[in-house]
Nanobody, 118 residues
């Protein structure tokens, strides 16, 4: 059974930092492209960051470029999202997503809440 378990969310003041982690089990992690999505109240879910296998390529939504960094540790089956200079607009539930396009596999975590507020 595939599981993606996010952690690291919480309440932080504007300008602060958080690091989200997502630990995967039940799959061959190194074969999967990993994504972080977020969904704010009343808004559609959007992809925040993306990292391909072996960390070869990364990509970010424009609103987080220069502030967020995605990384992965295949030995630990873990993907991270380092979030710096957080803004109130970053408030959302953040979801971890694992994709293996060739096999049409797509898995989601339960999400972790990030709230940026003074």
């Amino acid at each position: 059974q595939v599981q993606l378990m996010e952690s690291g969310g919480g309440l932080v003041q504007p300008g602060g930092s958080l690091r989200l982690s997502c630990v995967a089990s039940g799959l061959t992690f190194r074969d999967y492209t990993m994504n972080w999505y977020r969904q704010a109240p009343g808004k559609e879910r959007e992809m925040v960051a993306h990292i391909t296998t072996f960390g070869k390529n990364t990509n970010y939504v424009d609103s987080v470029k220069g502030r967020f960094t995605i990384s992965r540790d295949d030995a630990k089956n873990t993907v991270y999202l380092q979030m710096n200079s957080l803004k109130p607009d970053d408030t959302a539930v953040y979801y971890c997503n694992a994709v293996f396009i060739v096999l049409n596999k797509n898995y989601w975590g339960q999400g972790t809440q990030v709230t940026v507020s003074s």
